[in-house]
């Protein structure tokens, strides 16, 4: 069973630039969380997915921070524009519907760096 | 607010010692506890995991975890480390199935040769 898939593993812009990250979940997760990991400190969660329904996104900075789950698989989180705070981890998980409080898989994360 | 908390952040130990590293949570009611792994330029790794029954849980590679509820801990522990055993550990729980899991800080761990 192929794990979460994320892409780009390493990014590096300038503050003000928009970044996009990318998540594919292992097949037939409907949950798919995105976190955020500050370094030294242990992910934090951002938003949750339903399917395609973000169930949970109250952790979310709205005002540069968007995702979305279009058809129910596949992720994308945004930062627009990127601050030099938002550098961290940005990790993508999943898990089979009303099970993530059992177990999350794992992605490999994007390694964002704003200079 | 419910808050899971790791004691140590950084551990360094020789091959063949004991190891244990403490997690203490704040929730109420019925809670689910978790030991992730991050080993060197590799993603989060579920080591083990508690919901009920036995408090004395075991996971892979040799670990296992204790849970006390009076005491509000979920310790990890393993009688004999090795050198590949050098890696992050982090202590998360959750009181719901849907998985809002709160994470420790997380303790870095280096196994001497």
């Known amino acids: 069973e192929a794990g979460v898939v994320q892409s780009p593993r390493y990014k590096i812009i300038e503050k003000k630039q928009p970044v996009a990250f990318w998540c594919n979940p292992i097949?037939?997760?409907?949950?798919l969380y995105w976190y955020l990991q500050n370094l030294g400190q242990g992910p934090e969660l951002l938003i949750r997915y339903e399917n395609e329904e973000a169930v949970d996104d109250s952790q979310l900075p709205k005002d540069r921070f968007s995702a979305e789950r279009l058809k129910g698989v596949d992720s994308t989180l945004k930062i627009q524009p990127a601050e030099l705070g938002d550098s961290a981890v940005y990790l993508c998980?999943?898990?089979?519907f009303g099970q993530g409080g059992y177990e999350q898989y794992f992605g490999p994360g994007t390694r964002l760096t704003v200079t | 607010a419910q808050s899971v908390s790791q004691h140590n952040h950084h551990v360094i130990l020789s091959e063949a010692a004991s190891l244990e590293l403490g997690c203490n949570y704040s929730?109420?009611?019925?809670?689910?506890l978790f030991w992730y792994v991050q080993y060197p330029g590799q993603h989060l790794q579920l080591l083990l995991k508690?919901?009920?029954?036995?408090?004395l849980v075991k996971g892979i590679k040799g670990f296992e975890a204790e849970f006390i509820k009076s005491k509000f801990s979920f310790n990890l522990r393993k009688p004999s480390v090795q050198w590949s055993d050098t890696a992050e550990y982090f202590c998360?729980?959750?009181?719901?199935?849907?998985?809002?899991?709160?994470f420790g800080a997380g303790t870095q761990v280096v196994v001497t040769p």
């Open positions: 998360a729980g959750t009181t719901d199935s849907w998985g809002k899991l709160q």
């Open positions: 929730y109420g009611g019925t809670v689910n």
């Open positions: 508690y919901f009920s029954g036995d408090p």
């Open positions: 097949s037939g997760h409907n949950t």
């Open positions: 998980a999943s898990s089979r």
